[in-house]
């Protein structure tokens, strides 16, 4: 059976292409917004992702001013499917998600508040009142780095899965995957996404 990596938080942003790992995700702290429906043509999604950045980044910068160096790191979402079946087989328009930012330690609600309501000031983001701030503890997990474009990440899950119950796991809780590419500038070929599993022994 493999054995979970001990890392710090750098080291829950790289992954092997060529063999999964074990890793034991500790608690952490992100910015979070609840949807649903194929994020390739639900403005949800986008609407998601613009909110969390905007706060993201009005964080990190008034953390800044303030002294305390911080960093924005890669969006990443847990994926999931109503029913019995897996994410894999269901209609991609009943796939719900938490699009996820993770957040310095340094931030408080009283700080994210006032973020909020000067990116509110500036611009119109249909779902920034709705990402909230929220601990997560992901816990044991299997992880794999997929390269390539986000519709071919099937074997590559199917890879991961294959070694979860190979190593004596079971999978658990939500699809989590982690964008360390930026699909508007790099060729989808390119793309680099960490695939990761919460799994139990």
């Known amino acids: 059976m493999s054995k ?6 750098n080291q829950l942003y790289t992954a092997s292409a060529k063999q999964p790992s074990v890793v034991d995700v500790p608690e952490l702290r992100f910015l979070m917004v609840d949807g649903g429906g194929d ?3 639900s403005p949800e ?3 998601a992702i613009q909110a969390l950045y905007s706060l993201t980044y009005g964080v990190h910068f008034a953390l800044k001013k303030a002294g305390v160096e911080s960093r924005v ?3 990443e979402a847990l994926w999931w499917a109503p029913g019995k079946g897996g994410l894999l087989e269901a209609d991609k328009a009943m796939w719900r998600w938490t699009a996820m930012l993770l957040q310095p330690d340094e931030i408080t609600p009283a700080l994210l508040e006032k973020v909020r309501t000067e990116a509110a ?3 119109s983001l249909p779902k920034l009142s709705e990402a909230r701030l929220e ?7 299997a992880q794999i780095m997929h390269v390539g474009p986000y519709s071919a990440e099937q074997p590559t ?4 899965h294959a070694f979860i119950t190979g190593a004596g796991y079971q999978i658990r809780g ?3 995957e982690i964008y360390l590419g930026d699909p508007r500038r790099a060729a989808p070929e390119k793309l680099k996404t960490i695939v990761r599993q919460p799994i139990a022994r």
């Open 174 to 176: 939500k699809h989590h």
């Open 121 to 123: 000031r500036k611009k």
């Open 157 to 160: 899950i199917e890879r991961l």
């Open 135 to 141: 601990t997560f503890r992901e816990g044991l997990s």
């Open 4 to 9: 979970a990596l001990a890392i710090d938080v």
């Open 73 to 75: 790191r890669p969006l």
């Open 39 to 41: 994020p390739n043509t």
């Open 45 to 47: 999604f986008q609407e």
